[in-house]
């Protein structure tokens, strides 16, 4: 490190920094690792985008996205005014960490979990406050407990890379012991049997983030969203940056959303591949956790699992290793088209 | 505030947040109130953007945007790793006060310049180190005077609403004499006769930021960039968003900057414009300041200058009245086309 760069926070410098799943430009991947949706996005994205195009890039975009809330809040049921739209969700878990959690404060989170939820918490210069999943993903009470400055719990659900999901009556009932406002980051939720989105009217202290990137198969877009109270949103568009969503996106998003029977068709298509790739990755020996993301969690009793992961690269075949402390490693393989599966499940078969 | 969203950091729940230009999204107003750019981007843009969209949408961007870098690199003569992308110049400026600037330390900035600069303080829990420009838009020494746990020092240039630019040697003396690193915010540098580009290799403290929102006329798209020593590229990449910039505009933005040709026809109109606004608004009593950016700022030694903006905007032409403590008002009018200048003009003769 050099004269200047000591003018780095220490919080910032001790990091090591997000480390994001493997993005080959090429595409001669088959890409399993960073849950991607393997279909193409409804044809109205595009047309949106060319509209969008038409109508010029040279003046700023609408500062808060309102064509996205408006259809956002009649297809999800809530108000406009109880949706903040974000460059991502990411977006959104930077808005929400800056907003409550100040240095030395407490992030409460699940482990193992998304991993950015520590790295927000860092650059904030406050404390991970990390509870550990049971053996079983269940939630230990211990998640809910108070403790000193703790400003904010987050809770992904679906869980990465477990797969698994609270019940939102088991999430309400976090809501209700924790002494602090509670994010439940629903990036998978499109692909679960339950969500928490009829929580947030229930309980102040619920807000709930979507993503269109893995359900709506808009990864390459950005554009994530919060639904929670409108006193929460008018505090927290204090800290987004004033125009954080293009006006492309805006307009993309917009269309994605309002295609609900595409979402349906999609939402079936992966939940049957999901369902397909169980029994086949059992018979090679994985221990399979049952999902309710696009994606499935897979460790292996009797082989060490990163020996696998390489050689799949090795034939260009990308699925996610992932090494948590005080767990069993394992590979996260997203739920594919079935074509991709297969030839996943044909190469574990030949290396196995 | 209700219970939970007294949850909010106290030095953002004090904050009125950041109030954008207006941003009407019906398309009847004359906009002289952003500094938008009047004309179309480059054609080749619409084609990128056409391309990354046949190129599909579903899998995430690069994430750190090497297309632009490469293409930029090439363009403005610094190595690729000198440069960070981000989501419009403001994601810039977020991220560099995130990686440098902590609770109860000082960010130095001039007074008046853009108040984003202040709003990021402000979330960050920092002291905004306010140094006034004197009446003729010089700097005064104390602007680079150490002061304690200064961490960085911001600096517009050309400056808003002033539209005066220090020169280069000016700079770098002043990033001599400061403690901490300074960071040259050229959202306007296109338009100027001079810019800090060249002093980035000659000194690890400086750094440039560059927005392509005017001068490349790609507001909506969202699109800045960070020249910096590498040694803070790699520091800086910890604190953004994994995926910062979208698909669509790294593609976009790599177009836009490789038409260097479309940016000298557009410096020339513009600057043209601009010299042709001056002795029209001098005739009409206001003092005007000799710009290097794409807008002037006019004040008027005779009149309010408030109820002009109000009844030029009742006549549908925007322009920007910016009213700042110890300073005269004015209104900052964006350099627009030819023709959309003279409707102004032709609007504040009947009204003065």
Redesign the interface.
């Known amino acids: ?5 000591s ?3 220490p ?3 001790a ?4 480390i ?2 493997e ?1 080959p ?1 090429a595409d001669k991947f088959i ?1 399993l690792n ?1 849950n ?6 409804s044809a109205s ?2 047309t949106a ?2 509209n ?2 038409k109508g ?8 808060v996205a ?1 064509a996205f809330r408006a259809r956002a809040g009649d297809v999800l049921g809530v108000p406009n005014d109880w949706i903040l739209c974000g ?2 969700s ?2 959104i878990l ?1 808005i929400l960490t ?6 030395g404060m407490r992030l409460r989170m699940p482990y193992p979990s998304y991993v ?1 939820y520590r ?1 927000l918490a860092e ?1 904030q ?1 406050a404390i991970p406050d990390i509870v550990h999943f049971s053996v079983d993903w269940s939630l230990p009470a211990a998640f809910a407990e108070p403790a000193d400055d703790m ?2 719990a987050v809770l992904a659900n679906p869980n990465s890379p477990s797969g698994t999901c609270l019940t939102p009556e088991q999430v309400l009932k976090i809501a209700e012991r924790l002494p ?2 509670l994010l439940v980051d629903e990036a998978y939720g499109d692909f679960a049997d339950t969500n928490c989105l009829g929580l947030v009217q229930r309980n ?2 619920i807000m709930v983030s979507r993503s269109l ?1 893995k359900s709506y ?6 554009f994530g969203f919060l639904v929670a109270q409108p ?2 949103i008018h ?1 927290l ?3 987004k ?9 805006i307009s ?1 998003a917009t269309a994605a959303i309002d295609d609900q029977k595409w979402l349906e068709v999609n939402q079936n298509r992966i939940r049957a591949t999901r369902q397909r790739m169980i029994a086949p990755l059992e018979q090679l020996g994985f221990s399979v956790q049952p999902s309710q993301a696009n994606f499935v969690w897979c460790t292996h009793p009797e082989r060490p699992v990163q020996p696998l992961y390489e050689r799949l690269k090795s034939e260009r075949i990308l699925v996610r290793y992932m090494n948590y402390d005080g767990w069993d490693d394992g590979l996260r393989i997203t739920v594919g088209s079935d074509e991709q599966v297969n030839v996943c499940l044909e190469a574990l078969g030949r290396m196995i």
């Open positions: 490190m050099s004269e200047f760069t003018y780095v926070r919080c910032v410098g990091m090591s920094g997000y994001p799943g993005q430009q890409k960073t991607e949706n393997p279909y193409e996005p994205v595009a985008v060319e969008a195009l010029g890039l040279r003046k700023y975009p609408d500062p309102n460059n991502g990411d977006d930077t800056r907003a409550l959690v100040g240095e950015l790295t650059i210069g400003r904010l602090c406002p102040e202290k990137s198969a808009l990864a390459g877009l950005r006193q929460w505090e568009m204090k800290v940056d004033s125009y954080n969503c293009d006006a492309l996106s993309a």
